[in-house]
T-cell receptor, first 111, second 114 residues
Framework: SQQGEEDPQALSIQEGENATMNCSYKTSINNLQWYRQNSGRGLVHLILIRSNEREKHSGRLRVTLDTSKKSSSLLITASRAADTASYFCATDGGGSEKLVFGKGTKLTVNP | EAGVAQSPRYKIIEKRQSVAFWCNPISGHATLYWYQQILGQGPKLLIQFQNNGVVDDSQLPKDRFSAERLKGVDSTLKIQPAKLEDSAVYLC????????????FGEGSWLTVV
């Protein structure tokens, strides 16, 4: 079963704009991670946020976590065409160390 | 540092045939994962190894899928007999250990069953 649910399913923006993707999950978690997948490629780890953290930054990425709402958001600032990819959230916890992925948000950044 | 290696990258087989995928994880990584990703969906964990022991295989269709990780390094995933619904990308991944560690994915093995 898939724990995380990304929203929106697809997002199209212009280069330079910010992109925000959301992830909601159902059970308690230990950690939440975001991954990127370029078309036809494997997944690449972007950022990990622990359940006791509220916000984390990495370059142009900003992740927030609200455990009371069981949700997370990924913000990509000043987007570039190279950011075009699918973005997945993944959670572990709820009694299991298994990492469970959502269905992903497909981001298209138009030049 | 070499990444997770997988082969073959692409495979087309007829239904009821068998296929095997091979994975070589990053050196020193104790945990190895096989995920199945159907087009348009997120990866689904099939099996997870810690060294050469199985940690989780609850979503592995054991009547047709099998996986092993001999000597705690390389792993193979086999499907026999294949069904049309097995068409997917099979992603191998590894991490240093269980728990809050980054998972590194290979490029995947694309399977089409016709």
């Amino acid at each position: 079963s898939q724990q995380g649910e990304e929203d929106p399913q697809a997002l199209s923006i212009q280069e330079g704009e910010n992109a925000t993707m959301n992830c909601s999950y159902k059970t308690s978690i230990n950690n939440l991670q975001w991954y990127r997948q370029n078309s036809g490629r494997g997944l690449v780890h972007l950022i990990l946020i622990r359940s006791n953290e509220r916000e984390k930054h990495s370059g142009r990425l900003r992740v927030t976590l609200d455990t009371s709402k069981k949700s997370s958001s990924l913000l990509i600032t000043a987007s570039r065409a190279a950011d075009t990819a699918s973005y997945f959230c993944a959670t572990d916890g709820g009694g299991s160390e298994k990492l469970v992925f959502g269905k992903g948000t497909k981001l298209t950044v138009n030049p | 540092e070499a990444g997770v290696a997988q082969s073959p990258r692409y495979k087309i087989i007829e239904k009821r045939q068998s296929v095997a995928f091979w994975c070589n994880p990053i050196s020193g990584h104790a945990t190895l994962y096989w995920y199945q990703q159907i087009l348009g969906q997120g990866p689904k964990l099939l099996i997870q190894f810690q060294n050469n022991g199985v940690v989780d295989d609850s979503q592995l269709p054991k009547d047709r899928f099998s996986a092993e990780r001999l000597k705690g390094v390389d792993s193979t995933l086999k499907i026999q007999p294949a069904k049309l619904e097995d068409s997917a990308v099979y992603l191998c991944a590894s991490s240093l250990a269980l728990g809050a560690y980054t998972i590194y994915f290979g490029e995947g093995s694309w399977l089409t069953v016709v």
